[in-house]
């Protein structure tokens, strides 16, 4: 079984490198192995492109041995034709004799109907190797397959006080107060290149004028997601300038959606995080950063409906203003960015 794990972590170690460019596909990574020796590898690098699968396939120089070899991939090959061919067909097509597998689709397209299509063709199937780490790898993926909404990442800064923000004059100009460190805000547009989306509540759109894309890292720029109840941020502001898949949370049934700015209706007033949610799994995002104000973190953490939370700790002191997010810190993990204290805490009720 040993020999079976080592492989398996070759394909995590694959399919890491399509973190962020899969959506709404998840990472895979797969290797063939003759005689103790990888002869082909490969892994997913986008929606509506080659599988990893058949990456490893097409990699192998000599096809001929994949009639003797084993591949190896970390989740379940998929049975069934979506905007690429059943990885399955081609496996039995190459008469590929053993499929190790690192864990089962939880997509209900798939979920164990691959694995019984490759063992109805005579092909020796082996489950469940690392499948914890192959889990772990697509944790958004099995978030939103599973308990129907994206994989909740809260993130936000605050003072040394525990403050997220110091009183603001009527007059002050709308931008942010930085709390961290130029290295740390680098990591928080690396952090959304690797997410889905990214939601903002109205105020914070109103004090900051936040542009919510990553243009301190090469990537892709999250989905906006902005809650604006009342029409109340100005059309000024930039989450309007149709730069970015935005999508706006309203009660008014009076606004006219264009191709990059859509609006939502849902109802305040009734379980509104079940409902923000729900349009979220509409939209297929799997993962999303909330980095709104005190308001709408608390309301996660106020119904546990959260998955992970990355707390900054600058070294401002503000001594008043808008309160930080309290959250249990049980099993939290401690690191620093030069001055910065950064706080890594995961949800495991």
């Known amino acids: 079984m040993k020999i079976h794990e080592k492989y398996i972590?070759?394909?995590?170690?694959?399919?890491?490198?399509?973190f962020g460019t899969t959506y709404p596909n998840p990472m895979v990574g797969s290797v063939i192995v003759y005689e103790d020796k990888i002869i082909g590898e490969g892994w997913h690098k986008?929606?509506?492109?080659?599988?990893?699968?058949?990456?490893?396939?097409?990699?192998?120089?000599?096809?001929?041995?994949l009639k003797k070899a084993t591949i190896y991939v970390s989740l379940e090959p998929c049975s069934h034709f979506g905007k690429?061919?059943?990885?399955?067909?081609?496996?039995?097509?190459?008469?590929?004799?053993?499929?190790?597998?690192?864990?089962?689709?939880?997509?209900?397209?798939v979920a164990g109907n691959g694995i019984k299509k490759l063992l109805e063709a005579g092909v020796n199937v082996t489950v469940g190797i690392l499948e914890d780490?192959?889990?772990?790898?697509?944790?958004?993926?099995?978030?939103?397959?599973?308990?129907?909404?994206?994989y909740i990442i809260l993130k936000w800064a605050e003072?040394?006080?525990?403050?997220?923000?110091?009183?603001?004059?009527?007059?002050?100009?709308?931008?942010?107060?930085?709390?961290?460190?130029?290295?740390?805000?680098?990591?928080?547009h690396?952090?959304?290149?690797?997410?889905?989306?990214?939601?903002?509540?109205?105020?914070?759109?109103?004090?900051?004028?936040?542009?919510?894309?990553?243009?301190?890292?090469?990537?892709?720029?999250?989905?906006?997601?902005?809650?604006?109840?009342?029409?109340?941020i100005s059309k000024d502001s930039f989450v309007f300038d149709d730069s970015?898949?935005?999508i706006i949370l309203t009660k008014s049934e009076n606004n006219i959606?264009?191709?990059?700015?859509?609006?939502?209706?849902?109802?305040?007033?009734?379980?509104?995080?079940q409902n923000i949610l729900s349009v979220l799994y509409k939209h297929q995002i799997q993962s999303v950063i909330i980095e709104g104000g005190k308001k709408t973190l608390q309301s996660f953490i106020d119904q546990n409906i959260w998955d992970e939370a990355r707390i900054f700790i600058g070294k401002n002191v503000f001594k008043n203003g808008t309160k930080a997010p309290e959250i249990q810190k049980k099993n939290a993990v401690k690191t620093f960015i030069q001055n910065d204290e950064l706080i890594y805490v995961r949800n495991d009720d």
Do not use: M
């Open 190 to 232: 690396k952090w959304r290149s690797e997410e889905q989306a990214i939601l903002t509540g109205t105020q914070t759109v109103i004090d900051d004028n936040p542009k919510l894309n990553t243009r301190d890292w090469s990537g892709n720029n999250p989905v906006r997601v902005i809650l604006d109840q009342n029409n109340r």
């Open 244 to 246: 970015i898949k935005t």
């Open 9 to 18: 972590k070759r394909c995590i170690e694959l399919a890491r490198n399509g």
């Open 257 to 273: 959606s264009t191709e990059n700015t859509i609006f939502e209706k849902i109802d305040f007033d009734e379980n509104i995080i």
């Open 84 to 109: 690429t061919p059943p990885c399955c067909d081609l496996i039995i097509a190459n008469k590929i004799p053993n499929v190790v597998v690192g864990t089962v689709d939880p997509n209900e397209k």
């Open 159 to 188: 003072s040394q006080d525990g403050f997220l923000a110091p009183e603001k004059e009527i007059d002050q100009e709308r931008k942010p107060v930085w709390i961290t460190n130029q290295y740390s805000r680098q990591l928080v």
């Open 133 to 150: 780490e192959c889990n772990e790898l697509n944790k958004r993926f099995f978030t939103f397959h599973q308990k129907k909404r994206p």
């Open 46 to 65: 986008k929606a509506g492109r080659p599988h990893a699968e058949v990456n490893a396939v097409q990699s192998v120089k000599d096809k001929s041995l």
